[in-house]
Every structure is written in C-alpha cells, then in structure tokens.
C-alpha cells in the first residue's frame, strides 16, 4: 500500500463514473495519478485540478463587509483551521491482475485515496521497464519513462511542438537511447534528414562520433544512373509526355552503353548523348537546359554518396542539409533517399530502420503543390506502407497545422511539447488519439523539457520530464548578440579598408 493522500467527498457532480473529488491530507499536483480500491482492482485516476476551499471566505457579503470596516478576517475567525485542499481526478481504468477494464460505477464518498503504486502505474500505462527507451520521468511519479520500441516506432511517430520547446532536444535524447541499446534487445538502424545541422554534432561527440556518419549537404551525392525516367519527371515536373518519351530512349541507350562499365555514367555522358541523339531541337534544347541546371545543383554524380550500406543497426547517418540553400536541392535529396531506405528494406537489403525528418512541415507540406513538395509523396509512402517492413518515419514539426494530414495522421504516437497557436493546438486534437479538452489546456503551459506521449506507445496520456541528454550539445548557430557585433566588425573593416585605398 502506498501513501494515504485524501478521501473522497460528494460534490454536486460527483463522485461519477468518470470523475471524483476529493479532501487532500497532503498535497498531490496537477497530472499525477492516483488510485483506489474499486472492489476486485484499483481504480487509476490522473489529477485533473486541485484548488483550496475555505468555508470562512464563501459568503462573499461577510468578506466584502470585513473589507468595508477594515477588519481582516483571519483576525476575527480562525480561517486557517478550515482551509481545504479539494482536488479533482479523471477516473482512466480499473487494474486488475488479469486485464484493465473501463469504469463503469462511481466510488463511494469516504473512499480513500493513495498514490499510485510504481509498478502498477507502469504496467497500467503500458511502460516497458525492462528495455524500454528511456525518455525521462514520468512527472510527480518517480518513474522512469521507458517506452517499448516497436510501440513507439513501429507505426511512426511524430514530435509536435513551437520553436524553442525542445523538439531537438527530445530526438537527441531519443537517439541516444537507440544509439546505446543492447543488440541483444535488437537495434535498429537510424537516418536523419537534418536541414540545421542539429544532429551534426553527434558525429563529433567523445562517446557517440564512432557509431554516427555525418554527410554535409555539398557533399551529398545522387547516382545519376540510379534516376529513373520517372523520378526525372518527377523531380523536374515540367516535363512533357513526349519530352520524357524521349529521355527514355536516352537513359535506356545509356545503361547498355555504361553495361560493361558497371552501368554509372555522368552528366556529361548523358548531355553527349543527348546532343547526338535523333530528337526534335526544340526537345533537345530542353533537355540540354535541364542538364544545366541538374550541373548547377552540385549534386548528381556517379554513386550515391552515402551509399545505402552505410546503414547499419545500432549506427546514424545524419544527412546534414544546414548548407544547401536551394530549396528544391533539399526536396530532391530527401525524396531520393527516403525513397531508396524504402526500397531497400522492402528487398531486405538493411535493417529495420527510423527516418527521422526534422521540419517536417517544410518536406511533406499540406497545402503545397507535389511539383513544389517534391518529397511528399515519399514521406506519406513510408508512413502509409513502412510498417509492413519495419521501415519506421519519425516527424519533427513545429507547425502541425502546415504538416500533410496524411502524414501526420499515420504517426500513430504523439509526443507534444509546449504549443500555444491555436490552429496547432486544433490541429492536435483532432490528429492525436485520447487527448482531451483538460490534455489540451495542460499543453499550452508546459515548460521546456515537459512534454506528453499520447498514442500507440502508451495506453492513456503521459505527461513526462525529459532526461538530460548525455551527448554533447553543440551550437548551431550564433545567438543575435553576437550576429550584430559580427556584423558591425566586418563593416568597419570594410570601411577601414576603403579609408586607406583612398
């Protein structure tokens, strides 16, 4: 039995079904649970609020004539004596050995109140204690948060919350925990679309930098024989029926061509090949401009760079993009990758792995056209169809509104930070399963390093403080003082230069 905290008293609406109030001898905080004796089991409920009563302070003439006169109260009455803690708790389930069945009876008043046991807490929401991945704490419980990986990845993930609330921060704990996990508790292998370099730093960290692969945009590089016609299409949507005909005369002249020389070929092979092929001008000159602007993007070569070998279980790759500007560069690179860790689990060619895209919102849009949205397309396959093969997505967002419904709504588990907008905090509620009206208010008030898991990884909401990362953090980017000074010190030295050409 653990620790007496209150008794349950009658109130105009309860005790129900569903919901109970409750005299607190000690003091419980919001979202932390507690338990019952229901008769066969414990009954589990989460604190939803706790407010104090005093019976000296409810006639509000009696106050406001005190006032009038000058005269306090607790001078006259011995108000402390009759203040009251009155908490109020959302019944979730009732435990049993064998199963968890749904309240169906309200409790008695005079009912005592406990907190709720460790272990039966754990096994009641669904935290696995033996290898889960450790995220941090479950608040107010003294329990560690250890969610079962194939709950939490199996049917994807998404991590929701506005700028600043430690979206990165959470993932770096995560892949941590998968970094670290014991192969004979089966590992997984990790991708990481990353356009701010903040997982960069994994790879120059003293105790992860050996099992992380760290490739800068500029050196990112896509097999050019590895583009089909169709994903050429794709890529570059202004391409005519006709046009893409003929590309593919070309690509297929190409590969028996480059057959005995392993089958890769250039840019430059292909724009050769196009200039002597027998083809309309105009079509030709199309293709010859595309070739160009295909050379301009720096990232079409002859063997994809990182190879998809480079996956392995236990081991990230982390696809740092903070160098590329160009938008559609980043489209094109994360289509193409996601679209080859795909296929490649599907052949059995790697492991069970996480693709992990941060700024979701900006790779599979909601209101954006597929030409624009080049990755979209990727990124819902996986989520619809991954599953199958143990190809797992992770979305961060910080706009859930501007994230592809389809997307978000595969994401069977939610880990939402601090979000105050309130398109987002709507969009919320309607993607994420078993939040409520009480879950949605808490979510606006969380600080940073607070966060909920709702979903497939747990059987009923969980509010959990995240553990301190062990890796190291590196920073990303300057902060705006040192942005301004900086700028300030390069336009004197450019002044100063031109004072002394004069």
Not at 62 to 72: D, I, L, Q, T, W
Not at 166 to 176: D, F, R, T
Not at 390 to 407: E, K
Request: charged content about 30%.
């Amino acid at each position: 039995m653990t620790e007496k905290v209150g008794t349950i008293i009658s109130t105009e609406d309860s005790p129900t079904s569903e919901k109970i109030s409750f005299v607190l001898e000690k003091p419980v905080n919001k979202e932390q649970f507690v338990e019952y004796d229901a008769g066969g089991g414990k009954a589990i409920a989460r604190v939803s609020r706790v407010r104090k009563s005093n019976i000296f302070y409810h006639n509000p003439e009696s106050v406001s004539e005190s006032a009038k006169n000058n005269v306090k109260l607790q001078e006259q009455f011995p108000t402390e004596e009759r203040e009251q803690l009155i908490g109020e708790g959302r019944i979730l389930g009732i435990y049993t050995s064998k199963l968890i069945r749904r309240p169906s009876f309200p409790p008695s008043p005079g009912t005592e109140i406990y907190l709720a046991e460790k272990n039966r807490l754990a096994d009641f929401l669904g935290l696995d204690m033996e290898k889960g991945l450790n995220l941090g704490e479950v608040q107010f419980q003294d329990l560690d948060a250890r969610i079962n990986m194939t709950k939490l990845f199996q049917k994807h993930f998404a991590i929701l919350a506005q700028s600043g609330a430690g979206k990165s921060y959470l993932a770096s704990v995560m892949i941590e925990e998968i970094l670290d996990r014991d192969r004979d508790n089966g590992n997984i292998g990790l991708v990481s679309i990353d356009p701010h370099g903040e997982y960069a730093g994994f790879g120059r960290d003293h105790d992860y930098g050996h099992r992380v692969e760290v490739f800068r945009g500029n050196d990112i590089k896509i097999g050019l024989s590895n583009i089909t016609p169709g994903k050429m299409a794709h890529y570059f949507s202004d391409v005519s029926t006709a046009q893409k005909r003929e590309i593919i005369k070309v690509i297929s002249e190409m590969r028996k061509k480059m057959r005995n020389g392993g089958g890769a070929y250039s840019l430059k092979d292909m724009e050769r090949m196009i200039e002597e092929a027998d083809m309309d001008k105009k079509t030709k000159r199309i293709w010859l401009d595309r070739i160009n602007r295909m050379k301009s993007m720096n990232l079409f070569g002859l063997y994809d760079q990182p190879s998809i070998d480079r996956v392995e279980q236990g081991k990230m790759v982390v696809l740092d993009l903070s160098d590329v500007i160009d938008y559609k560069k980043k489209q094109i690179i994360t289509a193409y990758f996601g679209d080859r860790l795909f296929k490649a689990r599907m052949n059995g060619e790697i492991p069970p792995f996480l693709f992990l895209v941060e700024e979701a919102h900006n790779f599979a849009p909601e209101n954006r056209s597929s030409d624009v949205a080049l990755a979209r397309s990727t990124i819902t396959r996986i989520a619809r169809e991954g599953r199958k093969f143990h190809a797992s997505l992770g979305l961060i967002s910080q706009r859930p509104v501007g994230l592809s419904t389809t997307a978000l709504s595969q994401c069977n588990t939610h880990m939402i930070l601090r979000v105050t907008n309130p398109n987002d905090l709507e969009r919320i509620k309607q993607s994420s399963e078993g939040v409520t009206s009480d879950v949605i208010r808490s979510i606006s008030g969380l600080r940073v390093g607070e966060g909920i898991l709702v979903g497939e990884a747990v059987d009923y909401p969980t509010f959990i403080s995240i553990r301190q990362r062990k890796s190291e953090e590196f920073e990303t980017g300057k902060n705006l003082e040192e942005a301004a000074l900086e700028y300030r010190e390069k336009v004197e030295k450019e002044k100063d230069e031109i004072d002394a050409f004069m």
